[in-house]
Nanobody
Framework: QVQLVESGGGSVQSGGSLRLSCAAS????????MGWFRQVPGKGREGVAA???????VYADSVKGRFTISQDNARNTLYLQMNSLKPEDTAVYYC???????????????????????WGQGTQVTVSS
């Protein structure tokens, strides 16, 4: 049974940093394409970043240059390093596994909710001005 558990959320001031973690279990993590999404009340989930099994990464335009997605296959853990945080980054952040874990990301792709099937419970990030 696939399980994803996020941690690392919290409250920071504008310009601050946070690192989110996502512990994966129940499958062979090293073979999976993974992503981070975020959601604010009243809106759908927005794709933030994704990484595939060979380490290719993609980012939403709104976070490029500020966020970094990475993974530690030995620890079955996905990370999202968030720097220079802005109030508009406030949201619940979710990690997710792609429906096709062997999928290789293509340049210009922005993660879409429909392409991911297993989700964590989410972790709140609040950035104050």
């Amino acid at each position: 049974q696939v399980q994803l558990v996020e941690s690392g959320g919290g409250s920071v001031q504008s310009g601050g940093s946070l690192r989110l973690s996502c512990a994966a279990s129940g499958y062979t993590y090293s073979s999976g394409c993974m992503g981070w999404f975020r959601q604010v009340p009243g809106k759908g989930r927005e794709g933030v970043a994704a990484i595939d099994r060979i380490g290719t990464t993609v980012y939403a335009d709104s976070v490029k240059g500020r966020f970094t997605i990475s993974q530690d296959n030995a620890r079955n853990t996905l990370y999202l390093q968030m720097n220079s945080l802005k109030p508009e980054d406030t949201a619940v952040y979710y990690c997710a596994r792609a429906r096709a874990p062997w999928w290789l990301l293509r340049p210009g792709y922005t993660p879409r909710e429909a392409d991911f099937d297993y989700w964590g419970q989410g972790t709140q990030v609040t950035v104050s001005s």
